[in-house]
């Protein structure tokens, strides 16, 4: 049973444009048998193409009035089930309304409800706009927190229990669950657990750029100095005009600011103080999630020039991907620095290593399941990894390549059985992390405890073992760690 298309908010256009969203309320009946339109996509820069075609195909349609949600139940009349709110990726682009996020498969397989929404994305959600009280900045997180309260006022009505809710999200997805955790005090949030697959909020400096956001409005006509009078004459551009500009060869990239309300520059010094919300989750990325970013790069030298500054040499990193070319090497530091070290280290390092601070209590951390997450068939450099997958040379277990299997939406035509057998396992353990977050989702996946002599490192079909009763591989906590001493020094970027 699925409700498409629910309005939770005005429309955000018009003078609502650049503005907090305005809960919808209604006596009026509703159409809900729909999907509802994308918010306007931004698809630039290098890799745009293949962006497009992973997570565009074919092309929704766009509309800046976009703000709905769509909720799937598995029977009409359910009572008390535990919820799943599912926040997309992309960063700049992205929809509920996708096919890979039809929550059919999932709900009836697993009796949860699950909920997917729209929230604004680049320059209509992340302006960075001087125009706007700084607070007013980062309007796709007031997006979010608008759709939680929705489910906290109204997901009863569906069957679900809303203090049963458990936020995931992949990539930029999984960053706006970490911001959300980051944001709620203990005990206030409108979730009691998360899951984050490849991304978490890290350090961030304090200091907001409008570079993009001022070099947009004189792009697009609006030549006033900033304030009222630019924001009325923005207001005013048709959205076609500014996506056309946004996709563009000369468009910035629109990104969230430190509003120290929804983003804070040093979550964790939140986490360490107690000031967050203190909920279990899980926490982990792809064996090959740097796959995807890494396509058509096979210059190390000048992909570490521009990544590292130059402070960092093409001999100083291959000693620590032994065995691999550099194209593999490239790839494989995208998913050390961005999926990996970042996110983790943002969340672990004072706890042990890394440069860290051995002063942060476990009692602090026992509450919460930090567990990496891998989902994969073989090593990088040991073969393909189910072929209907492998949608770009060197694909691998690549980014975002998890969520068919978690909600059942992968291609059955082409699916092999260890594929379908393995949708059903992970729909198996995120649901049993959902419905009891509080239990490990499988008998052998421990709670990760650091160090080189814990064994609580969750590898997931990492050797073709696909059944629930055999997914979960164990291995040394710190066996990932080898590149770690020189990542660190890239971990902390507050000015």
């Given at each position: 049973m699925s409700f498409k298309g629910i309005r939770f908010a005005q429309p955000a256009t018009g003078p609502l444009r650049w503005e907090p969203p305005v809960p919808f309320a209604s006596t009026a009946v509703q159409n809900a048998t729909a999907l509802p339109p994308a918010c306007i996509q931004q698809f630039a820069f290098a890799g745009a193409a293949l962006s497009e075609f992973l997570f565009n195909t074919p092309p929704p349609t766009e509309a800046e009035d976009c703000l709905f949600l769509n909720v799937w139940a598995p029977a009409p009349k359910a009572k008390d089930l535990p919820v799943l709110v599912w926040i997309y990726g992309g960063s700049a682009f992205g929809t509920a309304s996708l096919p890979t996020y039809d929550g059919t498969s999932f709900a009836a397989n697993q009796d949860i409800i699950i909920v997917t929404f729209n929230y604004r994305t680049n320059v209509f959600g992340f302006p960075g706009s001087p125009d706007l009280p700084?607070?007013?900045?980062?309007?796709?997180?007031?997006?979010?927190?608008?759709?939680?309260l929705w489910v906290q006022l109204n997901i009863a009505q569906f069957g679900?229990?809303?203090?049963?809710?458990?936020?995931?999200?992949?990539?930029?997805?999984?960053?706006?669950?970490?911001?959300?955790?980051?944001r709620h005090s203990p005990g206030r949030a409108p979730f009691r657990a998360a899951i984050m697959l490849s991304g978490a909020?890290?350090?961030m400096s304090p200091i907001p750029s409008f570079t993009s956001f001022n070099n947009f409005s004189t792009a697009v006509g609006c030549?006033?100095?900033?304030?009222a009078a630019r924001l009325a004459c923005l207001r005013q551009v048709p959205a076609s005009v500014i996506r056309n500009f946004t996709n563009g060869p000369t468009s910035g990239a629109f990104e969230p600011v430190v509003d120290n309300i929804t983003v804070f520059s040093d979550p964790l010094t939140r986490i360490r103080t107690g000031l967050t919300a203190r909920v279990p989750f899980i926490i982990g990325n792809m064996q090959n999630d740097g796959s995807l970013f890494a396509v058509g790069l096979t210059d190390l030298a000048a992909f570490l020039d521009e990544t590292t500054f130059g402070l960092v040499t093409p001999a100083e990193v291959r000693p620590l991907y032994p065995g691999l070319n550099d194209?593999?090497?490239?790839?494989?530091?995208?998913?050390d620095v961005a999926f990996l070290w970042l996110?983790?280290?943002?969340?672990?390092?004072?706890?042990?290593?890394?440069?860290?601070?051995?002063?942060?209590?476990?009692?602090l951390w026992h509450v919460s399941r930090l567990t990496m997450f891998f989902i994969t068939q073989l090593r990088p450099h040991a073969g393909a990894i189910f072929a209907d997958l492998q949608l770009f040379p060197g694909a691998g277990a690549w980014h975002s390549s998890e969520l068919p299997e978690i909600f059942?939406?992968?291609?059955?035509?082409?699916?092999?059985?260890?594929e379908v057998a393995l949708s059903h396992t992970m729909q198996?353990?995120?649901?049993?992390?959902?419905?009891?977050p509080t239990h490990s989702p499988a008998a052998n996946w421990p709670n990760y405890v650091p160090g080189s002599k814990t064994t609580t490192l969750a590898k997931l079909a990492y050797n073709g073992n696909v059944d629930a009763n055999n997914v979960v591989q164990a291995v040394e906590s710190d066996s990932i760690d080898g590149p770690c001493s020189l990542w660190s020094a890239f971990l902390d970027i507050r000015e």
């Open positions: 700084l607070a007013a900045n980062n309007l796709g997180f007031l997006d979010q927190e608008l759709a939680l679900g229990d809303p203090k049963k809710v458990t936020i995931m999200g992949q990539s930029a997805g999984s960053q706006s669950v970490s911001s959300a955790i980051a909020q890290t350090s030549t006033q100095t900033p304030g194209s593999l090497i490239i790839s494989e530091i995208i998913k996110p983790r280290g943002a969340l672990e390092r004072r706890r042990r290593g890394c440069g860290g601070d051995q002063r942060v209590p476990v009692r059942g939406t992968f291609n059955p035509a082409t699916a092999t059985a260890a198996t353990l995120v649901a049993g992390f959902i419905k009891n």
